[in-house]
């Protein structure tokens, strides 16, 4: 006979039973309910390009001014009122052309005065020797005692001597005069007039006239550091040339190259203790007499060619913490970062001296999508025009 007991713990199975079978239905409708696995996106896409390498020029730019061989200062050598400038200003003049003509007529009367002075010298002188030609018979014979032919013979040096005076002063009065007309010390470029008609000049001081310079051929000034100076050697060095040598092509403000090449002509001695910098000038033609002395140029020194280098746009460079890195995309398509040496500008590329390999493929547009050990979908630029045009079609249509 069971006991009400057993029945109640049959009874209590049951009831388990039946839980434990709803939270199943439960879990098993809950799980039937879930969202579908989001499938992962694809590798992005960016744009690379293969190693090669090539010949790179190597160049270096200086910035500098330009002035001319010679800078002449026309001023005045005399005292005198100012009558005529016979000059264009701003136009070329030739050596020995009169620019200025200045009042001389109180030096003419001066020249006068000296050469009335030159013929009472001379007049004097002549009486001098002829009391000498006189005297001498006369001591000949004791006559008249030594002392009186002594002076007389005196007299004639004083006399010669007070010739020469006079000459030089009569020279002097006669440069005096030619200094009426100021001409062109040079041929070359002269400049504004800086005195006017009827203003006295050259009173206490040699008054500042106009001044002419000299434009063919033009020189270019410039201060290189050490450092520069240096590595340039350097560089000549590897190609067998002098620095002397190295071809030079000027540019102007508006970015223009002249045709005619120039030459290092000058190099100081000495680096300025002050700057650290080493004065350098350089020699260009200057035919068409465009260029101008204070005109800011730039130089482009030719310093050879680099053979075998690897040439990288600098879009393509990553600079981080004082290096330089490049994203390099290896056989199996995933990305990696890579430090590098970078050397010399070449337009806008540049010259990589350490860190890439021919054939190798790096990333130049899509940069910011890489991550080290990721993988990418790799296309060169003709790849992305060619998958640029073709999506063309389809987003004007669905713009539409």
């Known amino acids: 006979m069971k006991t009400p007991f057993r029945i109640s713990i049959n009874r209590h199975e049951r009831i388990v039973k039946a839980g434990c079978l709803t939270i199943s239905l439960v879990a098993a409708s809950l799980s039937s309910c879930k969202k579908p696995e989001v499938a992962a996106p694809p590798p992005p896409v960016v744009e690379v390009m293969e190693i090669t390498t090539s010949d790179a020029p190597l160049s270096t730019t200086l910035i500098g001014q330009l002035d001319s061989p010679q800078n002449v200062e026309v001023r005045a050598r005399v005292e005198a009122f100012v009558d005529d400038m016979t000059f264009i200003e701003g136009a070329e003049v030739k050596a020995g052309d009169v620019l200025f003509k200045l009042d001389r007529k109180p030096l003419l009367e001066k020249l006068s005065a000296a050469t009335g002075a030159l013929g009472e010298a001379k007049a004097a002188l002549n009486k001098y020797k002829t009391d000498v030609a006189r005297l001498t018979p006369l001591y000949e014979k004791r006559a008249i005692p030594k002392q009186d032919l002594d002076n007389a013979l005196a007299s004639v040096d004083v006399g010669e001597a007070g010739v020469i005076t006079a000459e030089a002063r009569v020279e002097s009065a006669q440069i005096d005069v030619g200094y009426c007309e100021v001409k062109a010390p040079i041929t070359g470029l002269i400049g504004a007039k800086q005195v006017s008609i009827g203003e006295l000049v050259g009173k206490g001081e040699p008054t500042l006239l106009a001044t002419m310079s000299t434009l063919d051929p033009i020189w270019f000034y410039c201060n290189v550091s050490e450092v520069e100076y240096m590595r340039a050697q350097v560089k000549s060095q590897e190609i067998g040339r002098e620095i002397a040598k190295l071809p030079l092509s000027l540019s102007l403000g508006d970015g223009k190259v002249r045709p005619d090449q120039g030459k290092f002509v000058f190099i100081d001695r000495a680096v300025d203790a002050k700057t650290g910098t080493l004065r350098i000038r350089a020699e260009f033609p200057n035919k068409d007499k465009l260029l101008r002395p204070g005109m800011f140029a730039r130089v ?16 393509a460079l990553v600079e981080l913490q004082g290096k330089t890195f490049v994203w390099v995309v290896g056989k199996d398509g995933k990305a990696s970062q890579r430090p590098v040496k970078v050397g010399e500008q070449v337009e806008s590329n540049f010259v990589i001296l350490e860190g890439l390999q021919s054939g190798e493929h790096i990333i130049v547009e899509g940069l ?26 389809a987003e004007k249509a669905a713009n539409k």
């Open 300 to 315: 482009n020194v030719d310093l050879g060619v680099r053979k075998d280098s690897v040439l990288i746009p600098e879009r």
């Open 368 to 393: 910011q999508k890489a991550r080290e050990g990721a993988t990418v979908t790799p296309m060169t630029a003709a790849q992305m025009a060619e998958m640029t045009a073709a999506a063309a079609p």
